[in-house]
Structure formats: C-alpha cells, structure tokens
C-alpha cells in the first residue's frame, strides 16, 4: 500500500515560519513593515536633501548669499527634525518631573515633625532633601 506524500506537510512542523514567532497577524504585520517603509523613505528623503544643501553650500563658496537663499529655500526642512527630536525630549522632561514628584512625596512619608500629626512644610522637605538624593 502507497502513502501519498505531499512535500509541503513533510516540513511544515519541522521548519518553523519565518517571522511567526511575533504573535501578530498578518495584517498587523503588514502595517508594521508599512510604517516601518514610510518612515524609512521619510528619512532617506530629509537626509539627501540636507546632504543637497551642505553640498550647494560648499560649492557656493560658503558665501553670505549662498547662505540666505539655501536658508529660505530649506528651513521649512527643519520642521521634521524638529518634531522628531521633540517627542522623547518631551518624554524625558515628563518622565523627570514624576519622579522628582515622587521622591518629595517618599521624603514627605518618612519626615518625622516635631509635633506628631503635622504635616512638614516646604523648607522641611527642602531639608530633608539630602536623604534620598
């Protein structure tokens, strides 16, 4: 008796698929590498014209004319670094104030008054400062 072999299912399990380990589905998948595409092209695009730009600069002899044309014709370019170095600096600055909120509140917690049940005030925490820092 015969055993009809179909190559596909010989090595379906014993050769895993190629990026599956992801848990994402196709579609999601494909809107990863969609994004990940637009933004690589986004970049490609801004480097070469500022490349382009430094480029007629020094050719331009670096001349106070070159300058301020290349400086009208180009600064609306700047929007997009701009943005993109704004968000994790945006970020970091928010992220700093929470956790600066955070140790006034641990100092806070463990500052013992001189009265029991008294809240300490500014400069006492201003002072007790050094004990977290």
Do not use: C, N
Not at 22 to 33: A, F, H, I, P, V
Not at 83 to 88: C, K, N, R, S
């Amino acid at each position: 008796m015969a055993i009809p072999i179909q190559p596909g299912r010989l090595f379906r399990r014993a050769l895993p698929a190629p990026g599956r380990d992801d848990g994402l589905t196709r579609t999601q998948r494909r809107e990863k590498d969609d994004r990940a595409t637009v933004w690589a092209f986004v970049w490609i695009l801004f480097t070469f014209k500022a490349a382009t730009a430094v480029i007629i600069w020094v050719v331009a002899s670096r001349s106070a004319e070159a300058t301020s044309i290349l400086a009208g014709t180009h600064w609306f370019w700047l929007i997009l670094p701009m943005i993109a170095v704004a968000g994790p600096l945006v970020y970091q600055v928010r992220v700093r104030r929470v956790r600066r909120r955070v140790r006034a509140l641990r100092r806070a917690e463990w500052l013992v008054t001189q009265t029991p049940g008294m809240i300490p005030d500014a400069e006492a925490l201003k002072r007790a400062e050094w004990m977290l820092d």
